[in-house]
């Protein structure tokens, strides 16, 4: 580094007054970007080691140099649709209305023997929005694509009928678009398809950007938290699966685990912290959920 230092002032002062200014201008911004990049790590660093113990960001969730906004027909989707939208404050909404504007752009919408519609792009970018929104880290990578069908389809994957599924190597969501409104519908019978399946897509790429997300530090940690104290307590786990609370498809695998008792939470929050109140903080501080209803 040194050697590199004093060739770059030797040649320095070879160069004319006019070339001189614009090299040293272009010093200063490398060096600026150098500086900004070691302070950038520096903060990462420290605030992983502050969730370690407090598991939430160390100073903000939402800065946005440039909030985008909806359209008045689509924000009037997510009034009628989304309850958790309306029970924000007007703050609030517009950084919701940013990161769904953001998710719509980014995302490519498939329809499958049907049109895809506004209503369509709004409810489904909705139901990530929302499960991320108490997070700084709401860009979800493993969804590049949505392949929205009018009901239940069939499946290559596994040669059977769906309603959803998660297809990581193709980085798509698979959704039954009649099951998604019932999700919405029905907004107490502990099911809403979209909410499942965003949450394996949320899963997995958390899981594959551990080191480098403190939005994923606080998911992961608390998630692994609740598995290891259902683990250690046996007679939690055992109220959990009698209590029949918790529809018994949790119980396949750690991934359906997760998406059901997440899909609980979204749904009836009031009778899971009633019944589990161990397990719904555990869950709460998973998502960094501070918001009215919750």
Do not use: C
């Not at 990049?37 to 100073?59: P, S, W």
């Not at 929302?130 to 700084?136: A, E, I, Q, S």
């Not at 959704?175 to 409104?181: F, G, N, P, Y």
């Amino acid at each position: 580094m040194h050697n590199l230092l004093a060739i770059i002032l030797q040649h320095k002062q070879e160069l004319s007054p006019q070339a001189e200014l614009v090299f040293n201008a272009l010093l200063f911004f490398i060096i600026s970007i150098a500086f900004f990049f070691m302070l950038f790590k520096l903060f990462n660093f420290i605030e992983m080691a502050y969730i370690e113990y407090v598991k939430k960001h160390l100073f903000y969730n939402h800065l946005y140099v440039i909030k985008k906004k909806l359209s008045n027909e689509r924000k009037a989707i997510l009034r009628q649709k989304i309850k958790f939208y309306n029970n924000l404050s007007r703050k609030h909404k517009s950084y919701f209305e940013h990161r769904v504007n953001r998710t719509i752009n980014r995302t490519e919408f498939i329809g499958k023997e049907l049109e895809v519609n506004d209503e369509m792009k709004v409810v489904i970018s909705a139901t990530l929005v929302k499960l991320t929104f108490g997070l700084r880290d709401y860009k979800i990578d493993s969804v590049e694509r949505i392949l929205i069908y009018p009901e239940e389809f069939y499946s290559r994957t596994n040669k059977n009928y769906h309603k959803g599924e998660f297809n990581f190597g193709y980085r798509a969501l698979v959704l039954s678009w009649k099951d998604v409104l019932h999700g919405y519908h029905v907004e107490d019978d502990n099911l809403n398809l979209a909410v499942h399946e965003f949450i394996h897509a949320i899963h997995f790429y958390y899981m594959n950007v551990r080191k480098r997300s403190t939005s994923s530090a606080i998911f992961l940690d608390s998630y692994y938290e609740l598995t290891q104290d259902l683990d250690t307590n046996s007679n939690l786990k055992e109220e959990l699966v009698s209590s029949k609370y918790i529809r018994e498809y949790a119980f396949t695998n750690q991934f359906e685990f997760l998406a059901v008792i997440i899909e609980t939470f979204i749904e009836t929050p009031q009778e899971f912290r009633s019944q589990f109140p161990e397990i719904y903080n555990k869950v709460k501080g998973m998502l960094n959920f501070n918001f009215k209803g919750y």
